[in-house]
C-alpha cells in the first residue's frame, strides 16, 4: 500500500514573508506525520520554502508546470526552472487551470510527461464540473 500524502496548494496566496511565517509554524506541527506532508507554493515563494523545509518531512511542490523545455511562452515555468528553485511535486490539470486558463486533457497531458520526463512528481487533478455531478456523470468524466 501506498503511503497516503496530504498536499496544501497555496494558489495565488502568500508573499515570500507570508510563506516564512506559515511555513516555521507548520513544521513542529508536522514532523511526526504519518504521511507525506506537500506545500505546494506560488512560483516566487518555491527557493524560500525549499529551504527552510531542507531536513524535514516537508516536500516543496509548484502549481504548474509549462509543456515545453524553454522558448517564447511568457508566464511559463519550466521544468528545470521547478527543480532548479527546489520543487520536487507539480500541481497539474487543476479545475482552475482548466475552468479559467482553458487547459485541456491534451493540455495536462503534455505538461504531465514534461514532469515525468523531468523527475517531478506530478499530481494530476482529475474531476468533475457541477454539472457534471449533477447530472450523474462523476464517474464517466473521472475515467475519461
Known amino acids: 500500500m501506498r503511503k497516503a500524502i496530504i498536499a496544501g496548494n497555496w494558489k495565488m496566496n502568500k508573499t515570500a514573508a507570508e510563506a516564512k511565517e506559515l511555513v516555521t509554524a507548520l513544521l513542529p506541527k508536522v514532523k511526526n506525520a504519518k504521511c507525506d506532508v ?12 525549499a529551504e527552510l523545509c531542507r531536513g524535514s518531512n516537508i516536500k516543496v511542490g509548484a502549481q504548474n508546470i509549462a509543456w515545453a523545455d524553454n522558448g517564447a511562452f511568457t508566464g511559463e515555468i519550466s521544468a528545470a526552472m521547478l527543480k532548479e528553485a527546489g520543487a520536487e511535486y507539480v500541481i497539474i490539470g487543476h479545475s482552475e487551470r482548466r475552468q479559467y486558463f482553458g487547459e485541456t486533457d491534451k493540455s495536462v497531458n503534455a505538461r504531465l510527461k514534461q514532469a515525468l520526463i523531468n523527475g517531478l512528481k506530478p ?10 455531478r449533477e447530472g450523474g456523470n462523476t464517474e464517466k468524466v473521472c475515467k475519461t
Open 38 to 49: 506537500v506545500v505546494c507554493v506560488p512560483f516566487t515563494d518555491i527557493a524560500l520554502v
Open 123 to 132: 499530481i494530476v487533478c482529475v474531476g468533475e464540473k457541477l454539472e457534471d
